[in-house]
Antibody, heavy 120, light 107 residues
């Protein structure tokens, strides 16, 4: 079955960096686009970034552009989110999600999330 | 960026009720609209994609309609496991914005 497992979250000081990983199994990772979505404590969902199946195209929400980088290693079936210059407002649970490869690009499988806490 | 507005923000209903949640986009998004629900402490789950297509494994009591700027999610007969928060999301253009959520509570 499809499985996505995030790791790398934790407590970090403002201005520092953190790299999240999303290890996947149960599907052909290299054939699917992948997303990062975050959720601040007690708040709604915020889409963060997407990467095409081959890594050729990436898009970001404005609030993380220039600070976050989405990447993937198809040989390791793993998705990454490099987060630099972290701010208190980046505190959230970060989910990785698979793009379903159907019209409207929904996220059809999600990880359990990893919590990032940025202390000021 | 395209703004997504859901209504209501919260809703109380009973098991067996028919419930409708609305999502409005700030500009036309054709049918690039997805619905998710999320139980407390859990990851979101896809219910409906492309405005009207029911995700595999999702019960038939869930349905979606709309196109352009106005969309609805309907639950025909609420079940106890449906009490959660529901989100719409547009994927017409990046950033793929979500609505603010609709919290469905037991009356």
């Amino acid at each position: 079955q499809v499985k996505l497992v995030e790791s790398g979250g934790g407590v970090v000081q403002a201005g520092r960096s953190l790299r999240l990983s999303c290890s996947t199994s149960g599907f052909t990772f290299s054939s699917y686009g992948m997303h990062w979505v975050r959720q601040a404590p007690g708040k709604g969902l915020e889409w963060v970034a997407v990467i095409w199946h081959d890594g050729s195209i990436k898009y970001y929400v404005d609030s993380v552009k220039g600070r976050f980088t989405i990447s993937r290693d198809n040989s390791k079936n793993t998705l990454y989110l490099q987060m630099n210059s972290l701010r208190a407002e980046d505190t959230a649970v970060y989910y990785c999600a698979r793009d379903a490869r159907v019209v409207a690009s929904p996220c059809d499988s999600w990880g359990q999330g990893t919590l990032v806490t940025v202390s000021s | 960026d395209i703004q997504m507005t859901q209504s209501p923000s919260s809703l109380s209903a009973s098991v067996g009720d028919r419930v409708t949640i609305t999502c409005r986009a700030s500009q036309s998004i054709s049918s690039y609209l997805n619905w998710y629900h999320q139980r407390p402490g859990k990851a979101p789950q896809l219910l409906i994609y492309a405005a009207t297509s029911v995700q595999s494994g999702v019960p038939s009591r869930f349905s979606g309609s709309g196109s352009g700027t106005d969309f609805t999610l309907t639950i025909s007969s609420l079940q106890p496991e449906d009490f959660a928060t529901f989100y719409c999301q547009q994927t017409y253009s990046t950033p793929y914005t979500f609505g603010q959520g609709t919290k469905l509570e037991i009356k």
